[in-house]
C-alpha cells in the first residue's frame, strides 16, 4: 500500500529536478494534484488501494460543477501523468485515471487584434517615464516574437542579441529555440534600457536583478500579474476589446504571419510548439482572410 500523497510529492519532485517541465506548468501541476489530495481528505482516502472509479468519478462530476472543460482536461492530464509514473516505478499496477475519460473539448478561434488594432496598441507614449517605455519594449517584442508570458518575463539580458535582432529563449519541456525581434522592438528595447540606466543613475530605485530584462519600479524581475495590469491599461485608453489578453498578442503573432503567406511548420518552429496541429488552429483564422482574398481575386469567386 502506497500513500497517495507521497506518490504526488515524489513526482513533483522528479520533474523539479529533471526540469521537463516549466516553473509557470509545475506550479500548475502542483495546484492541480493538491485539489485532488484535499477531495480525497473528504472521503478519508489516503492509500492507493482505496482509490475506485465512484470515487474518482465523483472527482471528476466536482471538477465539472466549478471549471471549463479545457480546464477539466489539464488537470485530468496531470493527474494521468502523476500516476503513469507511479505505475512506472511500480507502485501501483494500474493508472487509475486510464480509465476515465477525458472531455471532449471544441475547437474555438483564439482572440487576436487585427493589424489596425495592434497599431493602436502599441502606439508610442509621449514623454514617457522608465515605466512606460518598459510596457512599450515588453508589448513590441510579444508581438515581435510570439513568446509565451512565462519566457517573456524570465528573458535575461544576456539571452538578447539587439545587434543580429535574435533572442533565445527556453520554452516549454526545457526546449531552447531562437526567435528574431524586429526592428521596433530591438528600438524599443534599446529605449527602454538607456531609460532603466538613467533613472538608476538619478537614485530613483536600485536593481535588484541586474539579469532580468523587465523589472517593476522596485528593481524586481516583472511578474505576469503586473504584464497583465499594465495590457489592460493600453486595452482601455485604445478602446480596444476587454477581452485582449498577454497571450492574445502570441495568438495575433501567429495570425498576421500566417495571412501574409509565412509556412506553418516556420511559425510552428517561431512559437515552440512540438506537434503542428496545435499551430494548426491558427489556420481556422487564416482561412477567412484565404477566402475573403479568393472571392475578390476570382472571375466568379
Known sequence: MTLIRQI???????????????????????????????????????ETDQLNLPLLRGFLAQLHQRNKKSTVARKLAALRSCFGYA???GWILENPFSRIRTPKIEKTIPPFLSEKEVGLLLQEPVNASWLELRDQAFLELFYASGLRLMELTGLDWSSLDLSLGLLRVMGKGGKERVVPMGRRAIQSLTTYHRALEQAEQRSEFKISDHQAVFLNRFGKRLSDRTIARRLKKRVEKGNLSPSISPHSLRHSFATHLLNAGADLRIVQELLGHASLSTTQKYTHISMSRLLEVYQKAHPRG
Open 8 to 46: 504526488i510529492e515524489e513526482f513533483l519532485k522528479q520533474n523539479e529536478a529533471e526540469r521537463r517541465l516549466s516553473a509557470h506548468s509545475l506550479r500548475g501541476y502542483r495546484q492541480d494534484l493538491s485539489e485532488f489530495l484535499n477531495y480525497l481528505r473528504t472521503h478519508d482516502v489516503e
Open 87 to 89: 505505475q512506472k516505478k
